[in-house]
């Protein structure tokens, strides 16, 4: 302002126009720098960004390619795994049908196997030895015996087991030796979850002999407890000894046997067969018929005795045969003779048969005309059958009033008939009584006399299978009642099946390789081949 003094005002007002533009030319020239260097940035800063952007696309190509490639080459894997899953999936195929074809061949082989061993079971005569394991039952416990925990674990622990069809596999331990395991074969072996439908369909078989010719003979072979009674009977309820109809997929041999026996008689011609039955029990080395009636038509108990008869056979006099129609008479009347078996509780089982059981179902075949007896295989064979077969009819056979459906005969019609002749066969159902100890079973008094008698007659049994075995001259059949009027059965001409039955817990051990063993020498009898009765043919002429 001190310049300005003394000037006028254009000057002045010139002055700061001059000054003004100064200043504004000042501020274009900063404005066009600041500019400049601004432009320079973004140029350079796009540069950057263009060269980082063409980075960025190359290396997504890049990885693009590597990532393709990757893509191309687990595709190709997963091609390659689908083609080996496939090759895998055809081989697997083929195993399986070559697995399927083997098993087939396998069980065909078996078959033919099974048929030829029966052939030379035929041959030879030996006895049929099929073996059962029954499943583990709630008394198998150690319960009223004084032994530790450890061992009473043991003893509910199964010794018993069966590895395939035909063998039994025991593990033998004892405390402080080491497990030994033992095998026993046999021509069958049922497992503990087996039904009595798969016990009977091995039986069946047998059945179709009896009505061939020959005499057959089931028996149930074990220690007490063991499920003999089930499996020849069925279940047996406390005071109800009747076979339940609603329970037929629980019926034992027998009655099954019955209703199968009747099944094919009800195949042949009418009046050709008629059929008897006859039931025993062998109670403290006493026989006792179980079908006597007294006076009054009651059915009791009577003794009765076994004799060997002139041709060497055993028989028992005034024995009781009643003559059925159809399965259920013959069921009614079994059931009627179990109601007079002697059963004992004991702690091994609460209804412990005291008596050994022989169900004996005889079938008579009616033969007609003159030339019966010319066509048997020898001479000796012809006079014995035709002497057994002249016999008459008995006479509460003549009095029958007709028959079944099943074609058991009448003998009113028969009557008629001027020449007659008969042969018969005989199917024995016997249910063992078992064998025991009394140490396990606790008994005392009567029922420690009957489990010596027991045991005597089934130690009996097996001194009979051991001196056939070894073809001794001598056979004591005599040493027990049980053993002379099984004689016929065990060492003559029948078709014998012993059904082993035994307990698979560790705490009948003992007794299991007793009956295991009864049943290994049984296989080995060879009887010599069983004798069919054949029967004679009518000529033409007739």
Known sequence: ?????????????????????????????VVTQLYAAVKKRLKQDLKSLHSFTLELSKDFQRQSKTCLYQVLAAVQRIQLQNEAMQMFQIKAFDLEQSLQEVTERYEK?????????????????????????????????AAGHLVSQDRQRNFSEKAAYAADDETVLVKCSRPGHASINKTFQFERVYNDLESQDAVFADVAPLLTSLLDGYNVCIMAYGQTGSGKTYTMLGPQLEGN???SIEEESELGIIPRATEEVFRLISEKPPGSYWVEVSVVEVYNNE??????????????????DVVTTREGKSDVPSLTHETVENASEFLHLVNKGLQLRVTHPTLVHAHSSRSH????????????????????????????????????????IRDSKSTSSSGASSPVQLEATEKMKQVKTRLQLVDLAGSECVSMSGVTGAALRETSF?????????????????????????????????????????KLLVMLCISPGQKYLTESMQ???????????????????NFPVLSKGK
């Open 109 to 141: 082989e078996k078959q033919k196997r099974k048929a030829l061993h029966n052939s030379l079971i035929e041959l030879r005569g030996n006895i049929r030895v099929h073996c059962r394991i029954r499943p583990l039952l709630p008394f198998d416990d």
């Open 357 to 396: 059981l022989v169900v004996t179902l005889t079938i008579t075949t009616v033969v007609f005309g003159d030339n019966f007896g010319t066509l048997w295989d020898d001479e000796q064979t012809s006079q014995r059958i035709n002497k057994e077969a002249s016999c008459t009819f008995p006479q509460k």
């Open 241 to 243: 000894l009747a076979f």
């Open 287 to 304: 026989i006792f018929d179980l079908l006597a009636k007294d006076s009054y038509g009651k059915v009791f108990g009577v003794k009765r």
């Open 454 to 494: 027991i045991n005597r007659s089934l130690s009996a049994l097996a001194d009979v299978l051991g001196a056939i075995a070894e073809q001794r001259a001598h056979v004591p059949y005599r040493n027990s009642k049980l053993t002379h009027l099984l004689q016929d059965s065990v060492g003559g001409d029948a």
């Open 1 to 29: 302002y001190q310049g300005l003094a003394g000037r006028s005002t254009n000057e002045v007002l010139q002055l700061y126009a001059a000054r003004g533009q100064q200043m504004k030319l000042q501020r274009s020239s």
């Open 515 to 533: 009956s295991l063993g009864f049943g290994t020498r049984a296989r080995q009898v060879q009887r010599g081949q069983v004798k069919k009765k």
